[in-house]
């Protein structure tokens, strides 16, 4: 959940993915997806009236600006879209000018990273992220015109699975096959048997749904709104999803927990989550699903793994990185994570220590020394191990969305569309 305030403290006058209190002051908006923890304040009056009034933009990657204009036609006019890696120059009400280039997040559709660039500072802001180091290194808009890596000072970064006991996940694929073998082996059982797959979110799944369907050739249940506000777009997702209940799987059909049955179904419940695999690993070998008849699990990630993100953060070598996703009820885990930041930026040259930590307050401080100190007493064998056990609702991002791309036909784009409008790309993160 993303903990980050709106704010880029190089960059005045703008803000990204925050829409209340003082960003209600900015002038230039940026939004990376279309997740609620990223949308705070944009459906309040206040914020829309203000883009309308004073003729401001919101900017986004198209897929999310159709789902705004879709959702607020009135407003259609304060939401744009930029290009894919390639550099935008943009003027505060200030004057403050500076380029935001827009990369791709890998995390669901329209998710993207956000580039900026001032004649003083390069700053990249992640939002929600997950890509390896190998598909990060080809976007263009990473390099100068000369192809040298731009010299980025400082990463607002993703840091939702910046932990030790989060250092690996299963890729995207081997994820994917895992869920596909979970409803395989249950449809198998008894042709009454059927699958209620709980992604705990209501849009993010896309690459699930788009893999069941060329395993089994057979299309995901989902409700009218998931299909009114977003499927219905996506021509590539038309054979995916269906608004019948007559299909052996379901997903999101029918509120939020619950599904479409009668009583001669039996159904398994298979639950796609990231944060029940702690301490997983390759190199153990331990499963990626688990199975109980009625009720399963699979290990599936839409945010980087600590190893993916070092791996990044590695290559790009920033002087500052700042926590977009702080457990702020929880000091020991705050400072785990500060302490792989200050990891993975050490070496860089100039080194620079993360200035996450002298942000702490005097009372954090006490707390984090207290912290290490009964955390070492309590663990020795040196895993710093402290986290709770994890819960069901764990990884729960409302509202989640994917990756897209190439418009079939901006116009329908521009009028907030009937029609299907976009296509996207599935093999972007394979
Ligand atoms: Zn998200
Ligand atoms: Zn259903």
């Keep these: 959940m993303s903990t980050f305030k709106g704010k880029i403290d190089e960059f005045p006058g703008i803000s990204i993915d925050d829409f209340e209190g003082n960003n209600l002051k900015s002038s230039i908006y940026f939004l990376s997806h279309v997740h609620t923890d990223h949308m705070r304040g944009l459906y309040q009056c206040e914020f829309l009236k203000r883009l309308a009034n004073e003729k401001l933009t919101l900017y986004s990657h198209e897929v999310s600006t159709i789902f705004l204009r879709s959702r607020y036609p009135d407003y259609a006019n304060c939401f744009q879209y930029l290009p894919i890696n390639l550099p935008t120059t943009l003027k505060t009400a200030d004057k403050f000018e500076f380029n935001v280039t827009l990369l791709p997040a890998g995390h ?57 006991r989060y250092e690996q996940f299963p890729s995207r694929e081997e994820s994917l096959g895992a869920i596909c073998n979970l409803i395989e082996e249950w449809l198998e059982q008894d042709p009454k048997n059927i699958v209620n797959l709980d992604t705990r979110y209501r849009y993010g799944a896309e690459f699930i749904l788009s893999k069941i369907y060329e395993r089994f050739k057979m299309p995901v249940h989902v409700d009218q709104r998931s ?91 920033p002087e500052q990185v700042e926590a977009n996703v702080v457990p702020e009820d ?22 620079k220590r993360s200035p996450m930590k002298s942000r702490l307050s005097e009372e954090s401080h006490s707390k984090y020394y207290d912290c290490q100190k009964k955390t070492d007493k309590v663990d020795t064998k040196g895993n710093n191990n402290v986290n709770v056990e994890v819960s069901d609702d764990d990884d729960v991002y409302d509202e989640e969305f994917h990756k897209l791309r190439s418009v079939k036909d901006k116009n329908l784009i521009k009028n907030g569309g009937e029609k299907r409008c976009l296509d996207f790309d599935l093999s972007m993160f394979d």
């Design 330 to 351: 929880d000091i020991c885990d705050t400072n785990e994570m500060l302490d792989l930041i200050d990891e993975c930026i050490e070496g860089n040259t100039p080194i």
């Design 108 to 164: 669901c559709p329209g998710s993207v990273m956000f580039l900026f660039e001032s004649d003083k500072h390069t700053v990249l802001y992640t939002g929600d992220f997950r890509l390896k180091l190998a598909e990060f290194k080809k976007f263009k808009g990473l390099y100068t015109p000369q192809g040298t890596l731009k010299r980025i000072q400082k990463v607002h970064l993703d840091t939702t699975f910046m932990f030790k």
């Design 227 to 317: 299909y009114d506000e977003f499927y219905k777009y996506l021509p590539n997702m038309d054979k995916c999803v269906t608004l019948s209940k007559n299909t052996r799987i379901h997903s999101y059909c029918n509120g939020y927990k619950s599904f479409c049955s009668s009583g001669e179904t039996t159904i398994r419940k298979i639950v796609i989550t990231a944060m029940f695999w702690k301490d997983w690993s390759k190199e153990k070998q331990i499963n990626i699903s688990t199975s109980n008849s009625n009720f399963c699990r699979a290990c599936y990630s839409t945010h980087a793994s600590l190893q993916e993100i070092r791996d990044i953060l590695k290559f790009i070598k």
